[in-house]
């Protein structure tokens, strides 16, 4: 098994963001157009073959995406920051238009995604915009790796974020928020993002294109990105479609949460074909929609996640008929790869007992969760998969996310 299947194993959620820039590319914008010849869409190609989308939903579709790119543009080159952090880049042209717009930008997301997407950029960039672009694979669980990236950066940071919050669960959440707290208020600057809106969006600017109420989109999209993305989205507090739950969470962990809307300052979209009276009961409808721009408070302490993780490991070893498998450090994004790999290279076709010992383990991200899944999958009907020796902050994932059921923790 490649690098590459590896890494959809362990977090197939890229996969949604191929989707957005095939979306966008076929609407005619022409950053997004460059780089598509260096874009592998095969995987995603294969999904879509197996499920029809109705043309009028793949329009549906090219709209929301189109629209809340332009929109979360709009709110970053605006901001007064200098420096552009996108998490998650995925596959959207944005660091092209923020080095026209003079933006030092920062792309950031799974290594997956980065491996492709930084040598795109860099076929299609000029010279002076290079300048400007700056790509690294991170965890944003993980604020060693999210500091690490930022190394060097001076003066505020917009962070841009669109559709990042739907795909973690409860602990992921908490982490993450934490991070992002401990960012802003190093480096200054605003978090942005339309995710608690997410629904509103979609119905609100769906009625006016097409003409219904936008639920049924929205289930559909749902369903499918779970399907694409191998997860469950709209489960927590910033994501489960009451904007009031999301601003609650952020003032109860430190940030206090402003409101913006250039609906009045969006540009002819696309994807509407020339449409100007669609276009303008789509800056109709978005008015009542609002973008979050999100401040840290400096005297609020969030609680972070522990600083300088401990080195990651895996000591895998087959006696008989037992895989024993010891972990130390955090298994997520970016080291769960390495643990898939040396469960496949192990020697276990007979093995019918796994016990996976966790004892020195940090923290398990849905990525890690994701290998254990499969790992668990790989025995047979009367297989032994034990897990040992975890923490109560690893209890609380498995509890949370649902595996203490599925391993009989």
Same mark, same amino acid.
């Given at each position: 098994?490649?690098?590459?299947? =590896?890494?959809?194993?362990? /977090?197939?959620?890229?996969?949604?963001?191929?989707?957005?820039?095939?979306?966008?590319?076929?609407?005619?914008?022409?950053?997004? #157009?460059?780089?598509? *010849?260096?874009?592998?869409?095969?995987?995603?190609?294969?999904?879509?073959?197996? /499920?029809?989308?109705?043309?009028?939903?793949?329009?549906?579709?090219?709209?929301?995406?189109?629209?809340?790119?332009?929109?979360?543009?709009?709110?970053?080159?605006?901001?007064?920051?200098?420096?552009?952090? !996108?998490? *998650?880049?995925? +596959?959207?042209?944005?660091?092209?238009?923020?080095?026209?717009?003079?933006?030092?930008? +920062?792309?950031?997301?799974?290594?997956?995604?980065?491996?492709?997407?930084?040598?795109?950029?860099?076929?299609?960039?000029?010279?002076?915009?290079?300048?400007?672009?700056?790509?690294?694979?991170?965890?944003?669980?993980? +604020?060693?790796? =999210?500091?690490?990236?930022?190394?060097?950066?001076?003066?505020?940071?917009?962070?841009?974020? !669109?559709?990042?919050? %739907?795909?973690?669960?409860?602990?992921?959440?908490?982490?993450?928020?934490? /991070?992002?707290?401990?960012?802003?208020?190093?480096?200054?600057?605003?978090?942005?993002?339309?995710?608690?809106?997410?629904?509103?969006?979609?119905?609100?600017?769906?009625?006016?294109?097409?003409?219904?109420?936008?639920?049924?989109?929205?289930?559909?999209?749902?369903?499918?990105?779970?399907?694409?993305?191998?997860?469950?989205?709209?489960?927590?507090?910033?994501?489960?479609?009451?904007?009031?739950?999301?601003?609650?969470?952020?003032?109860?962990?430190?940030?206090?949460?402003?409101? &913006?809307?250039?609906? !009045?300052?969006? *540009?002819?979209?696309?994807?509407?074909?020339?449409?100007?009276?669609?276009?303008?009961?789509?800056?109709?409808?978005?008015?009542?929609?609002?973008? =979050?721009?999100?401040?840290?408070?400096?005297?609020?302490?969030?609680?972070?996640?522990?600083?300088? $993780? %401990?080195?990651?490991?895996?000591?895998?070893?087959?006696?008989?008929?037992? =895989?024993?498998?010891?972990?130390?450090?955090?298994?997520?994004?970016?080291?769960?790869?390495?643990?898939? #790999?040396?469960?496949?290279?192990?020697?276990?076709?007979?093995?019918?007992?796994?016990?996976?010992?966790?004892?020195?383990?940090?923290?398990?991200?849905?990525?890690?969760?994701? &290998?254990?899944?499969?790992?668990?999958?790989?025995?047979?009907?009367?297989?032994?998969? $034990?897990?040992?020796?975890?923490?109560?902050?690893?209890?609380?994932?498995?509890?949370?996310?649902?595996? $203490?059921?599925?391993?009989?923790?």
């Amino acid at each position: 098994m490649d690098n590459n299947e =590896l890494l959809m194993q362990v /977090n197939p959620v890229f996969l949604t963001a191929k989707g957005c820039i095939g979306l966008m590319a076929g609407a005619g914008i022409e950053d997004a #157009q460059k780089l598509m *010849p260096y874009i592998d869409m095969s995987a995603l190609t294969n999904v879509k073959d197996n /499920n029809k989308t109705p043309p009028e939903l793949i329009r549906a579709y090219s709209v929301n995406v189109e629209v809340r790119y332009n929109y979360s543009n709009l709110t970053a080159f605006t901001s007064g920051c200098d420096v552009i952090v !996108d998490l *998650p880049c995925g +596959y959207a042209p944005r660091a092209l238009a923020a080095a026209r717009a003079g933006k030092q930008y +920062y792309g950031f997301d799974l290594p997956a995604v980065i491996n492709e997407m930084a040598p795109a950029v860099e076929k299609v960039a000029t010279e002076e915009e290079k300048k400007y672009i700056h790509f690294a694979a991170v965890d944003a669980t993980n +604020y060693d790796s =999210l500091r690490k990236a930022l190394d060097g950066v001076s003066g505020k940071i917009c962070i841009v974020m !669109d559709g990042l919050v %739907g795909f973690f669960n409860d602990p992921e959440l908490d982490t993450f928020t934490a /991070n992002i707290h401990r960012l802003l208020c190093e480096f200054g600057g605003i978090w942005t993002t339309p995710d608690p809106y997410v629904n509103n969006i979609i119905s609100t600017v769906f009625s006016v294109i097409l003409g219904n109420s936008g639920v049924d989109v929205i289930k559909t999209m749902t369903e499918g990105s779970s399907k694409v993305a191998n997860t469950n989205s709209g489960k927590n507090a910033m994501s489960n479609g009451n904007p009031d739950d999301a601003i609650n969470y952020l003032k109860k962990h430190g940030f206090d949460v402003e409101f &913006v809307n250039y609906a !009045d300052k969006l *540009p002819m979209m696309l994807s509407l074909g020339g449409d100007t009276e669609a276009m303008e009961r789509l800056r109709k409808a978005y008015a009542d929609i609002p973008q =979050l721009v999100i401040k840290a408070r400096k005297s609020d302490t969030a609680k972070p996640e522990k600083s300088e $993780s %401990g080195a990651f490991s895996v000591d895998i070893s087959v006696s008989g008929n037992e =895989l024993k498998c010891a972990i130390s450090g955090r298994l997520d994004t970016i080291t769960a790869p390495e643990l898939l #790999q040396k469960f496949n290279d192990a020697g276990k076709d007979s093995v019918t007992a796994i016990t996976v010992d966790l004892e020195d383990t940090e923290y398990i991200s849905s990525a890690g969760l994701r &290998v254990m899944l499969i790992m668990y999958k790989s025995l047979k009907d009367n297989g032994v998969f $034990s897990v040992i020796n975890y923490s109560s902050a690893l209890k609380e994932i498995f509890d949370v996310t649902g595996f $203490s059921d599925i391993f009989g923790i």
